[in-house]
């Protein structure tokens, strides 16, 4: 582990931020969609944390709720910049592109923070690389948890935002509108398939799972560290309570 300095702090709403740290050398490069460990330098309480910035930035980003009464977030939520806070130096994780098989497009589906992983994945040239099309789904409570909004319209990828508790043009959840056919025939696209569709999901665990078991019903290989498939999430997020 090592202290890294807060570079800056965003605030979007009372339940989400982001933050940016230093980058120590000996902090080793890591694969876009990793996580690494996060505290606040006493060693008492450690969570994972994905890591948003691009692996070739000198800083690192990450986002994170805000859960009042939580050993790590109560704290964490009032972080200024030149504070300084405990980063792992071993980035790992299973939602990375090498645990994906050949496709033509890759679908990064996010709830609420699960949005982090693929910031650093849609910042890294490799991605553009291997898949012809990038559509990356994020779903949330309210238009003000739309992080990084901005910057999601601004580069060549397909953004597709959703939110549940309030009007909006694409309103509800993102199980919901695939239910009904209104994200297919928003993006003019067919239903995922296994010919052209990997796909990452990154959210609560209920999500997770949730998304999991329907392409797994339907005949979709779940990718890891020792065997790539057609979709994939991070293993060590499924059942992390949240705090």
Known sequence: MNLE???????????LF??????????????????TMIGMGDNDVLRAYSIASSPAADHLEF??????????????KDIQEGDQIEVGDRPTGTL?????????????????TGLAPYLSIIRDPMTFERFEQVIVTHTV???????????LSSLPITY???VTREPFATEGRITQRMDDGS????????PWNQACDRIMICGSPEFNNELRNRLQSQGFLHGTNRAAGHFVQERAFVMQRVD
Do not use: M
Request: hydrophobic letters at 40%; a positive charge; proline letters at 5%.
């Open 160 to 162: 597709y935002p959703t």
């Open 5 to 15: 300095t807060v570079l800056s702090v965003q605030h979007y709403s009372d339940a």
């Open 18 to 35: 982001s933050f940016k740290t230093t980058r120590s050398e000996d902090i080793r490069a890591f694969k876009a969609g990793q996580f």
């Open 141 to 151: 409570r309210t238009t003000r948890e739309l992080a990084y909004r901005e910057l």
């Open 63 to 76: 986002l994170s709720i805000k859960v009042p009464g939580g050993p790590l977030t109560e704290r964490l």
């Open 183 to 190: 994200l297919w025939d928003d993006l003019a696209l067919e």
């Open 96 to 112: 990375v592109l090498d645990n994906l098989l050949p496709g033509k497009r890759l679908w990064c589906v996010a709830t609420g």
